[in-house]
């Protein structure tokens, strides 16, 4: 749970984050902590952080990708790369890929990986949080 001290120090420090400029390689911890202030941030504390959901590994050709499961629709699994250029891309890859996980939570099946209207109405609070959101990075 967050306390809010701890919540406007998450935000104060994201602002810092997006002005960083070297290399980051994410941990589990990380992924975590940025996972929950996005879930609370942008999608009202509807996504829950799983370590057994979200993997931290070398992907060729992808910062990052959410995989759905034929089984039951509304489940996923989140990838994301074991490092980037700057930590601000990978926020801005955790915030993206978030959107998938929730599209998957609250769409119809199949429609995760869309980056249309479901996935940009999410553009004008990750921009006041100072994240960009794109359909390919």
């Known amino acids: 749970s967050f306390c809010i001290g701890t919540y406007l120090m998450k935000r104060k420090q994201l602002q810092q984050i997006v002005e960083h400029t070297s290399e980051y390689w994410p941990t589990d911890i990380e992924v975590a902590y940025w996972f929950r202030f996005f879930s609370k941030e942008v999608f009202e504390n ?24 034929d089984r039951d629709p509304t489940y996923w699994e989140m990838y994301l790369n074991l490092y980037y250029p700057d930590k601000k891309r990978f926020l801005e890859i955790v915030a993206h890929e978030m959107i998938h996980c929730w599209q998957a939570e609250n769409l119809k099946p199949n429609t995760y990986a869309d980056h249309g209207r479901s996935f940009f109405q999410f553009k004008a609070k990750l921009a006041k949080l100072g994240i960009e959101l794109h359909r390919k990075y």
């Open 46 to 69: 509807q996504l829950r952080y799983s370590p057994d959901r979200v993997f931290i590994k070398r992907l060729n050709g992808s910062w990052g990708y959410v995989e759905d499961n």
